[in-house]
């Protein structure tokens, strides 16, 4: 509702209950509502000293290096005229399937983390980790290792082609870094 003009300002309260049944001046919570002398410093030091930070900051800066390289590798190496076996337009796709795979990673993992973990992410981020080690070998072959397993698993040769096996492990990749990362 929309205050007439003149009238005092509404003031905010702490908590419903710490104003009801109160109409007076504004005061100020708690009295004194500056910060302590030194109050930031203390904040940055706790935060730099805290191996936590230092040990997520390590795994942030792996998770980035696997993620970023894992696209340059994908346009320089699977599609290299030299040694490269995949078209540019399969390259393309297994870029545009990482991608995929981080955004439905990202809205996956905030989902699993709330209504299974309660809202625990730590479980979810070693979930990916593991996931992740897992996917690293297929990864490394450009898909064509997983080509000839799922070929050998009994799949259709016209699905578990080598650009189809790639875009399914740039889809995983995707899964397993956009997921920490969004968390």
């Known amino acids: ?15 419903p209950s710490a104003g009801a049944g109160t109409s007076g001046p504004p005061t100020a919570l708690g009295g004194d509502d500056s910060a302590p002398a030194g109050g930031g410093w203390i904040a940055v030091r706790s935060v730099l000293g805290d191996w936590r930070q230092w040990a997520l900051g390590a795994a942030y800066l792996l998770l980035s290096i696997v993620r970023s390289g894992s696209a340059d590798w994908a346009v320089s190496m699977l599609g290299h005229p030299a040694g490269g076996s995949l078209s540019a337009s399969d390259v393309g796709l297994s870029l545009a399937a990482m991608e995929l795979g981080g955004f439905i990673g990202g809205i996956g993992g905030g989902l699993l983390s709330d209504r299974v973990f309660n809202g625990r992410r730590a479980p979810v981020m070693l979930i990916a980790a593991l996931l992740g080690a897992l996917v690293v070998p297929w990864a490394l072959g450009g898909g064509a290792a997983l080509s000839l397993a799922a070929l050998e698993w009994g799949a ?11 875009a399914v492990v740039f889809f995983v990749l995707g899964v397993v870094t956009f997921t920490p990362h969004v968390l």
Request: glycine share 4%.
């Open 1 to 15: 509702r929309w205050a007439k003009p003149g009238a005092p300002a509404a003031s905010v309260k702490a908590s």
């Open 156 to 166: 259709p040769a016209s699905i578990a082609t080598s650009s189809n096996m790639t």
